[in-house]
């Protein structure tokens, strides 16, 4: 099974950016879809953005579309997510998931990135 690491958390001013990244291990990244989720104190995980295998289709989360950018290169195994335009309601946990493109089945994650987001 394929095995993700996240990095690219931290702590940002209202308005600022960040990029996640998730490097995933074992030479068959792309044949997963790659999606990103999130998971703020007190709530249930969420959907953010997906991508598909190589890269020709994705979707987003309302809450984040225009504002977020979901990428990814094959040759490095690893998904990206720009951020700009951040708020604080965008602190959370973010997770990356390995699975079938789209909104709900995926069956690897990473361990998690802290983004906090400050007002």
């Known amino acids: 099974q394929v095995q993700l690491v996240e990095s690219g958390g931290g702590l940002v001013q209202a308005g600022g950016s960040l990029r996640l990244s998730c490097a995933a291990s074992?030479?068959?990244?792309?044949?997963?879809?790659m999606g990103w989720f999130r998971q703020a104190p007190g709530k249930e995980r969420e959907f953010v953005a997906a991508?598909?295998?190589?890269?020709?289709?994705?979707l987003y989360a309302d809450s984040v579309k225009g504002r977020f950018t979901i990428s990814r290169d094959n040759a490095k195994n690893t998904v990206y997510l720009q951020m700009n335009s951040l708020k604080p309601e965008d602190t959370a946990v973010y997770y990356c998931?390995?699975?079938?493109?789209?909104?709900?089945?995926?069956?690897?994650w990473g361990q998690g990135t802290q983004v906090t987001v400050s007002s």
């Open positions: 998931a390995a699975g079938s493109y789209g909104r709900t089945h995926y069956d690897a």
């Open positions: 074992g030479r068959t990244f792309s044949s997963y879809g």
């Open positions: 991508i598909s295998r190589y890269g020709l289709n994705t």
